[in-house]
């Protein structure tokens, strides 16, 4: 079942703007699949995979490294990148609540920064995937004041963070194509 779930956010198309990459594809993948825009390897390959630590990373795993002044920052910055995180929201009164998800599309500063205080605020703090933070001795609502949230996303329930989903990152196909010449 995990392996579909994968599947799902494994892939890469474009329109008429934008080119779409699936938010858990790794470098490695992106380099070697045929549906990857030649522009979008070679910036993986020149810019992205050179400072990875690793070539199975993602780019939410290269995205908890980066810093603001950072060249691979203004790269991103550059390719107007964006995006797409789906979040739980807890609706319902109380005894009847439930979970739902939201979409957020942020741009490339909002998300680095929400990604980087997560990680800071959840620092050496043991949370397996599908685990809630108050079951594993968090305050959920501490860990949400360190975090700097995107607009739009204040109705976050903190407390199942891990279930926050990069969905999929996006390019300007104009701005790929002036900067990978």
């Not at 959920?140 to 995107?150: H, S, T």
Request: include cysteine; proline fraction near 4%; charged fraction near 30%.
């Amino acid at each position: 079942m995990k392996d579909t779930i994968d599947r799902s956010f494994k892939y890469a198309m474009q329109d008429t703007n934008r080119i779409y990459i699936g938010g858990r594809m790794t470098y490695e993948e992106m380099i070697t699949w045929e549906e990857v825009p030649f522009k979008i390897k070679s910036i993986v390959n020149r810019d992205f995979l050179p400072d990875a630590k690793n070539p199975e990373w993602t780019f939410k795993d290269h995205f908890k490294t980066i810093s603001d002044t950072s060249f691979l920052f203004q790269i991103l910055k550059t390719l107007k990148t964006k995006v797409k995180v789906d979040y739980p929201v807890t609706k319902g009164k109380a005894g009847k609540e439930q979970t739902v998800f939201k979409s957020k599309v942020c741009n490339i500063e909002e998300y680095i920064y929400f990604v980087q205080s997560s990680d800071a605020a959840l620092a050496g703090a043991e949370v397996p995937e599908g685990k809630k933070l108050s079951e594993c001795g968090l305050n959920p609502d501490e860990v949400k004041e360190k975090i700097r949230l995107p607009k739009g996303m204040e109705d976050i329930d903190c407390d199942i963070l891990t279930e926050v989903v990069t969905e999929e990152i996006s390019f300007s196909k104009l701005a790929v194509m002036f900067f990978s010449k």
